[in-house]
């Protein structure tokens, strides 16, 4: 299950879908993990992993006037990839 979503994670990084195709889709499938239950059953250092993707895909925004805690595409592309290495 935890699969699923590292794979939208490698597929972003690697070019073959854009942040918001990445973004809003993560979420939801976290959170359907998450309230299944299913999230329960991953080792804890993939759940943190997986935890902080989607906090990152939350603080993703492609509006010019994002909050300062919020960014860009390209840094949130940027932000996955380093927490995949």
Known sequence: MSQALLQLAKD???GK???DEFADPYQEKWKAERDSGLSGKDPAELNEKLSTLFCLA???NPEQDCHYSEFDANELK??????LK
């Open 12 to 14: 972003f990084i690697a």
């Open 17 to 19: 879908m854009t942040a």
């Open 58 to 60: 939350d603080q993703y």
């Open 78 to 83: 940027k932000r996955v990839s380093e927490l």
